[in-house]
């Protein structure tokens, strides 16, 4: 039972992960100069996107695998691999119909994989799509002093803030302010379509990164909720013990978003 629960608590840290991706979206720019561009839109917004994702503490938090978006159907799912006692483990994600999902092959019984289940809201992913297309138009005042560098057909924007409000979760999900920097690392290619985007958030004591690489666009992806006599067991307890038993702690984010996520009802 304590395996499980310590399972349950990595997954929801896995799934924390995935939930504060789609919302800060990252990647870092390779070193070397690329001749092709395989992800260009041509002014279209994707309809699908797949991106590497990773996101990292200096405390106990760190995962990383892939993600797919359904822009269609407001949709995305989610293979992560996050450390479990000492080995690491996978867990699966999906989001349909304000509906989350998530299991790993450690929770399935005799019969077949059990999935948590957990109604939440998250942002428009079709919005999400047509920034895609042209992010730098839409952040002109925050690159307005990037320094930007060219590598073949790529560009990246670098910058940083200062003195930026951050926060940690804590027990009843407040959370201790700390001030601290922003470093972000914006990447676009050739049509200036995003490719990708690396973050760090940084205190004195701690340090929180998440990177996103843009793997492709428009590819096949279909997202479909288990089947119903598989998801069954409620996850709002379980992310609520989550929340109290301070595994996040290490993870820093703008006191913003903290704040929103502190109004998100688990139900």
């Not at 942002?123 to 839409?138: D, E, F, G, M, Q």
């Amino acid at each position: 039972m304590n395996r499980n629960r310590a399972l349950v608590g990595w997954g929801g840290s896995a799934l924390a992960a995935a939930l504060i991706a789609t919302g800060v979206v990252a990647a870092t720019p390779g070193t070397s100069t690329p001749t092709t561009d395989s992800l260009v839109l041509n002014g279209r917004a994707p309809t699908t996107v797949e991106l590497a994702v990773a996101l990292r503490t200096g405390g106990a938090l760190s995962t990383s695998g892939t993600l797919w978006l359904n822009a269609t159907t407001s949709s995305f799912s989610a293979n992560l691999q996050v450390p479990v006692l000492t080995a690491p483990t996978d867990f699966s994600v999906r989001a349909v119909k304000n509906q989350l999902y998530f299991t790993s092959p450690n929770l399935a019984n005799a019969s077949g994989p059990a999935w948590y289940t957990l109604r939440v809201r998250w942002p428009s992913i079709t919005s999400l799509a047509r920034y895609l297309v042209k992010p730098n138009a839409a952040l002109l005042s925050l690159l307005a002093n990037a320094r930007i560098s060219h590598h073949g057909f790529a560009t990246t924007y670098e910058f940083s803030r200062p003195r930026i409000a951050l926060g940690t979760f804590g027990a009843h999900r407040t959370s201790s302010l700390v001030t601290g920097t922003l470093d972000v690392r914006l990447s676009t290619g050739r049509q200036g379509e995003f490719t990708g985007l690396w973050a760090s958030l940084a205190t004195k004591s701690a340090t929180t990164t998440v990177t996103l690489n843009v793997l492709s666009y428009n590819h096949p992806v279909v997202i479909v909720a288990p089947p119903h006599s598989r998801a069954t067991t409620p996850a709002s307890p379980l992310i609520k013990q989550l929340l109290a038993s301070g595994a996040l702690g290490s993870l820093l984010l703008p006191t913003q978003l903290l704040q929103l996520l502190s109004r998100a009802k688990l139900g």
